[in-house]
């Protein structure tokens, strides 16, 4: 079955730095897209960042652009978050979501069919 499992969450500080990772079972990275969504309390869940399969092209909401990072292990089956330089606004529930796809680019406004659980993210002092 596939699976995605988040983990790497907690509290930093302002200005800090935080990696998650995504582990993928039951499927190959190769021809999916894996893309970061966050949903802060009360507001609609919102595209962070986004790999595509083979090609491993990615794409970055304006918010993040220059601060996250998104990669991929293949070896490991994981995609990483890298978030440095946090703020506050960047608290939320982080989850991971997968589409199968042949596409060199990935689009965070599709569909996603597959979601981890989510890992709770939270930038305070």
């Known amino acids: 079955q596939l699976q995605l499992v988040e983990s790497g969450g907690g509290l930093v500080q302002p200005g800090g730095s935080l990696r998650l990772s995504c582990a993928a079972s039951?499927?190959?990275?190769?021809?999916?897209?894996i893309g970061w969504f966050r949903q802060a309390p009360g507001k609609e869940r919102e595209g962070v960042s986004c790999i595509s399969g083979r090609a491993g092209s990615t794409n970055y909401a304006d918010s993040v652009k220059g601060r996250f990072t998104i990669s991929r292990d293949n070896a490991k089956n994981t995609v990483y978050l890298q978030m440095n330089s946090l703020k506050p606004e960047d608290t939320a529930v982080y989850y991971c979501a997968a589409r199968a796809t042949v596409q060199a680019m990935c689009a965070m406004t599709l569909q996603y069919y597959y979601w981890g659980q989510g890992t709770q993210v939270t930038v305070s002092s």
């Open positions: 039951g499927f190959t990275l190769d021809y999916y897209a």
